[in-house]
């Protein structure tokens, strides 16, 4: 095995407050939440990041997410939730197993939701170079 600390936390050779498991995939607590009941949902297989893991292993996280964020939230007494992953040190990850998040928010919790910008880039060619890339 690599050094991988969500490796290491699957094999059960690092602690961790366990919430759920089957096969494919393993969740926990993570250890600096943004709030009570933050969790993170991995899978089984290590992979880098979102990209790299596999289209099963990915579509396997979305239906274990929205099988158990309803009980995390009745646990911790939220209504709502951020689901989120961090995908390059770019956008802050800092663990390099793929992992979502799943962030329970409260009422004035004071984590802002992202920003909008009201400048306007070029929609239009923007979309075009999207495309010419699918
Ligand atoms: P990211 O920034 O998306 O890579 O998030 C990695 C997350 O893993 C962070 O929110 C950390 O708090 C969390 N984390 C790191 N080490 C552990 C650990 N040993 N147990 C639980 N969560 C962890
Ligand atoms: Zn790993």
Redo the contacts with the bound molecule.
Sequence with gaps: MNDC?FCK?IAGQ?P?HKIYEDDLAFA??????INPG?T?VIPKAHQENFLKSSEADMCHLIKVAQKIAPGILKAVGAESFNLG??VGRGA????FHT?L?IMPRFPADGHEIWQGSDEHPDFQAIADQIKQRL
């Design positions: 600390i936390i690092m961790a926990f607590l993570d250890i600096r939440p933050h993170l992953f961090n802050g990850q800092v663990i992992h998040h």
